[in-house]
């Protein structure tokens, strides 16, 4: 009889140090963006160049870089670490989300 389950362990948070820094990442990323919108709507525009109006441009860049850095360490954390808590794949895939609009933003700039 056996008394473990046969497959791999998922749990609900990180176990890995890698793991941790992901979702901590996508966590600030996320909330960047919400300190992002509050401002715009609390009333403040950008200008003519992107950091033309700080109170929006360091919230963007926290979202920017919290969501490559969550992307970047959750599929680290996955594949060498082999983490299976559930609270990596949401950082991964807000990460390949926030990626995915770089990307755009520099193919194809308006």
């Known amino acids: ?5 046969s ?11 890698t793991g941790w820094v992901s979702a901590v990442s996508g966590g600030l990323s996320v909330i960047g963006l919400a300190i992002f919108f509050a401002m715009v709507e609390a009333g403040q525009r950008g ?3 992107f950091g033309d109006n700080l109170l929006l441009t360091v919230p963007i860049l926290v979202t920017a870089v919290g969501g490559v850095t ?14 299976r808590g559930l609270l990596i794949v949401m950082p991964v895939l807000w990460g ?11 193919l194809f700039p308006h």
């Open 1 to 5: 009889m056996l008394d473990q389950a």
């Open 7 to 17: 497959g791999p362990h998922i749990s609900l948070f990180p176990t890995s140090r």
């Open 47 to 49: 200008g003519e160049t």
């Open 70 to 83: 969550a992307l970047v360490t959750g599929v680290l954390a996955v594949l060498r670490d082999h983490e």
């Open 96 to 106: 390949i989300l926030v990626t995915a609009f770089i990307a755009g933003e520099l």
